[in-house]
């Protein structure tokens, strides 16, 4: 094999790895779409997530700003399972202090024992 010949499959190599790389990239960003899609609050019960380095009474205090009623403790204590009955619900547990809300739906996922 020739040195033009090796440096053909050289390149021939790195475009390929380069190939597979941007499929798993557009595979990835696939998969956060439809989970972003999918965590997306719509209905009065959903998963408040407070910052993780926040005391473990900080979840409750969020829903209790936001005017809302905790449902169900998470698997950890900076998460909580809430419900509201407001329009704005969502609006009042981001200014309260929460750092994402997620889907109802998405509870059981998020919580230890039987929700209410």
């Not at 609050?41 to 205090?61: C, Q």
Request: charged share 15%.
């Amino acid at each position: 094999m020739g040195f033009m010949d090796q440096d053909a499959t050289l390149k021939a190599n790195r475009q390929s790895r380069i190939q597979r790389r941007l499929i798993a990239l557009n595979l990835i960003a696939a998969l956060v779409v439809v989970f972003a899609i999918a965590a997306v609050p719509t209905g009065s019960r959903v998963v408040v997530v407070a910052p993780p380095w926040s005391p473990p009474e900080r979840v409750i205090s969020i829903i209790a700003n936001a005017g809302g009623t905790l449902v169900n403790g998470g698997r950890s204590p900076w998460l909580a399972v809430a419900e509201g009955s407001s329009p704005d619900f969502v609006n009042r547990l981001f200014a309260s202090g929460a750092l994402f809300i997620l889907n109802g739906r998405l509870a059981p996922a998020c919580t230890v024992g039987v929700s209410t």
